[in-house]
């Protein structure tokens, strides 16, 4: 059940921000081997100064806060994290220099839906998380 929030200083259109919400999703599941049916996502927009990043060239800046159930390889969050990356590259001309994603790992009963609490993931099914 993760929580994948995007803050940036980009002014995405609604199709824009659908069609992110959409790929990450897609990029999610691929790399992290689970279903889309609980996948989170929020798109937040900023102005300029609200965001900083020491290493920042011009240009717009994307972050990615990914909550996420514990339990996935470094490579599985790497993976996600560089396509996730390289997608916003291309699709939105972000910089590669202001792109940041921080994963923050909870136990599963930690994440809730309405008809459901979160269990651990054990690498070995797609179980909904």
């Known amino acids: 059940m993760p929580l994948l929030q ?17 790929r990450v999703t897609e990029l999610y599941t691929t790399e992290m081997a689970t279903t889309a049916g609980h996948v989170a996502v929020t ?10 990043l020491g290493r920042a060239v011009d240009g717009p800046l994307c972050f990615l806060d990914a909550e996420i159930r514990r339990g996935r390889s470094f490579d599985r969050k790497r993976a996600f994290a560089l396509a996730t990356m390289e997608y916003i590259r291309d699709s939105f001309d972000v910089p590669g220099e202001n792109l940041k994603v921080v994963f923050t790992e909870h136990r599963g009963e930690q994440l ?3 008809d459901r609490v979160g269990g651990e993931w054990d690498g070995d099914s797609e179980d909904g998380e």
């Open 112 to 114: 809730m839906g309405v």
């Open 43 to 52: 798109i937040r927009e900023r102005e300029p100064a609200d965001l900083h």
């Open 6 to 22: 995007f803050d940036t200083t980009l002014s995405p259109s609604d199709a824009e921000k659908t069609a992110l919400a959409e």
